[in-house]
């Protein structure tokens, strides 16, 4: 066996191993915890990440993944970012509703779907799950997305997938200066106040409406990925509904997200029309998802990437720019490496051409596993692994390194 062959049989085996330690089963419903001691539960879009995780090996496992997340469908269509099949002790929240949350996140079902479809062309997969899929994003674009604004609105911090991130520091009414208790009391009490609205959308609203960059530009993707498959199982009107829905969303991306004096996009409190201006890793994510055109994308890595070091370290991007006041290096989203992140930013890189940097980034995050192993988060500055062990996510370096033939990543290691 060459080294190669040997760190890609590695790598896989460990990935292997943490994903079946991690997968339950519940009235033959089949998910995967993200952790088993500190998230035992399914979530939206980890599910999502895990189903491209293991398409790499185990196809039938990541359909079923997808499968279970629709099982708690909501009768308007939306899809919980949180189901609790077996409720324990642990971190076991009030998200509003029982057994389920009143939250969702962030829209990239369609797209783990169309992952998994290319390694495993299962038309019934798609047919069974497509009016599933249809629901939750006709859910968005008639309930989230402002007919006026033409953006889709989050209820929560929460919904974006980066709890404590400070861009929804204003929206909380919490300085910079705050610890993750605090952050969390304000994001439980807008779960507070939802249940007293009755979850009336109008009344939610009030609270906290956030027209986040990541959210509507993953929204623009899965869209467009929804227009695919319509056109694939032969539905023309729905997909032509769905691509036009794409198109108009993108258009109010470009003439509300990106001020006419920036090269970025910024997210919008919606409750009193102010920009939010907190330097994130957000400003990549209409990179990753195919919103930017290709001049716009050389702009952004030119500007914040080359030419500048206020986001990459050695191990990665880091969610929040050393040049935030905000930034701290172990505050959770609030500076640190997360290996989802990354891993949108080698997709993006990917689609716009800048292989080496792709690359990268890669070995970047197989570094971080050499180092800290499968934890949820990473020092930004040390590599030092945080938060939650035999954490899922680390998994999403083997799809960084085969969905690219990264057999120059492997070779550094
Ligand atoms: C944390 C993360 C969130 C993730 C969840 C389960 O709350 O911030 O993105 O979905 O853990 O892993």
Same mark, same amino acid.
């Given at each position: 066996?060459?080294?190669?062959?040997?760190?890609?049989?590695?790598?896989?085996?460990?990935?292997?191993?943490?994903?079946?330690?991690?997968?339950?089963?519940?009235?033959?419903?089949?998910?995967?915890?993200? +952790?088993?001691?500190?998230?035992?539960?399914? #979530?939206?879009?980890?599910?999502?990440?895990? $189903?491209?995780?293991?398409?790499?090996?185990?196809?039938?496992?990541?359909?079923?993944?997808?499968?279970?997340?629709?099982?708690?469908?909501?009768?308007?269509?939306?899809?919980?970012?949180?189901?609790?099949?077996?409720? &324990?002790?642990?971190?076991?929240?009030?998200?509003?509703? @029982?057994?389920? &949350?009143?939250?969702?996140?962030?829209?990239?079902?369609?797209?783990?779907?169309?992952?998994?479809?290319?390694? /495993?062309?299962?038309?019934?997969?798609?047919?069974?799950?497509?009016?599933?899929?249809?629901?939750?994003?006709?859910?968005?674009?008639?309930?989230?997305?402002?007919?006026?604004?033409?953006?889709?609105?989050? %209820?929560?911090?929460?919904?974006?997938?980066?709890?404590? +991130?400070?861009?929804?520091?204003?929206?909380?009414?919490?300085?910079?200066?705050?610890?993750?208790?605090?952050?969390?009391?304000?994001?439980?009490?807008?779960?507070?106040?939802?249940?007293?609205?009755?979850?009336?959308? /109008?009344?939610?609203?009030?609270?906290?409406?956030?027209?986040?960059?990541?959210?509507? &530009?993953?929204?623009?993707?899965?869209?467009?990925?929804?227009?695919?498959?319509?056109? %694939?199982?032969?539905?023309?009107?729905?997909?032509?509904?769905?691509?036009?829905?794409?198109?108009?969303?993108?258009? $109010?991306?470009?003439?509300?997200?990106?001020?006419?004096?920036?090269? @970025?996009?910024?997210?919008?409190?919606?409750?009193?029309?102010?920009?939010?201006?907190?330097?994130?890793?957000?400003?990549? $994510?209409?990179?990753?998802?195919?919103?930017?055109?290709?001049?716009?994308?050389?702009?952004?890595?030119?500007?914040?990437?080359?030419?500048?070091?206020?986001?990459?370290?050695?191990?990665?991007?880091?969610?929040? $720019?050393?040049? /935030?006041? +905000?930034? /701290?290096?172990?505050?959770? #989203?609030?500076?640190?490496?997360?290996?989802?992140?990354?891993?949108?930013?080698?997709?993006?890189?990917?689609?716009?051409?800048?292989?080496?940097?792709?690359?990268?980034?890669?070995?970047? &995050?197989?570094?971080?596993?050499?180092? +800290?192993?499968?934890?949820?988060?990473?020092?930004?500055?040390?590599?030092?692994?945080?938060?939650?062990?035999?954490?899922? #996510?680390?998994?999403?370096?083997? @799809?960084?390194?085969?969905?690219?033939?990264?057999?120059?990543?492997?070779?550094?290691?």
């Amino acid at each position: 066996m060459t080294t190669k062959t040997s760190h890609r049989q590695q790598l896989l085996g460990k990935v292997r191993n943490l994903m079946h330690a991690n997968r339950r089963e519940h009235d033959g419903h089949i998910y995967t915890v993200p +952790s088993p001691d500190t998230y035992p539960y399914q #979530w939206l879009w980890d599910s999502c990440y895990h $189903a491209i995780i293991l398409r790499h090996f185990d196809a039938e496992t990541a359909k079923e993944e997808l499968r279970s997340l629709f099982v708690r469908q909501y009768d308007n269509g939306m899809l919980p970012h949180m189901i609790y099949w077996e409720p &324990s002790e642990k971190h076991n929240i009030n998200w509003g509703k @029982d057994g389920v &949350s009143s939250i969702t996140q962030p829209p990239m079902v369609a797209l783990a779907v169309q992952q998994v479809l290319d390694v /495993d062309d299962d038309r019934q997969f798609l047919t069974d799950l497509f009016p599933k899929l249809a629901d939750y994003y006709d859910y968005l674009l008639k309930h989230r997305v402002d007919s006026k604004v033409g953006l889709a609105g989050i %209820i929560n911090p929460d919904e974006s997938g980066e709890d404590n +991130s400070p861009r929804f520091d204003p929206a909380l009414g919490l300085d910079t200066k705050q610890s993750l208790p605090q952050n969390f009391a304000a994001r439980l009490e807008l779960v507070e106040a939802d249940r007293n609205a009755s979850f009336d959308l /109008d009344r939610m609203k009030q609270t906290f409406w956030v027209y986040d960059v990541p959210f509507n &530009s993953i929204l623009f993707e899965n869209l467009q990925i929804m227009a695919e498959f319509a056109a %694939i199982l032969g539905r023309s009107s729905e997909s032509r509904r769905f691509a036009r829905a794409a198109e108009q969303l993108l258009e $109010a991306i470009n003439q509300r997200l990106l001020p006419e004096d920036s090269g @970025d996009y910024w997210p919008i409190d919606g409750v009193n029309s102010k920009e939010l201006n907190c330097l994130s890793w957000h400003i990549f $994510a209409p990179l990753a998802t195919g919103v930017m055109t290709d001049k716009q994308a050389h702009s952004l890595i030119h500007r914040r990437l080359i030419n500048n070091d206020e986001f990459m370290v050695k191990y990665g991007l880091r969610t929040v $720019a050393e040049s /935030d006041s +905000s930034y /701290d290096p172990e505050g959770f #989203w609030r500076g640190p490496v997360w290996i989802g992140v990354n891993w949108w930013l080698v997709r993006g890189l990917s689609r716009y051409g800048y292989h080496e940097l792709a690359h990268d980034v890669t070995v970047a &995050s197989l570094k971080l596993l050499e180092k +800290s192993g499968f934890r949820e988060y990473f020092n930004s500055e040390t590599g030092e692994g945080l938060g939650a062990r035999e954490f899922t #996510w680390g998994g999403l370096v083997l @799809d960084m390194i085969e969905t690219r033939d990264g057999s120059e990543e492997l070779r550094v290691l």
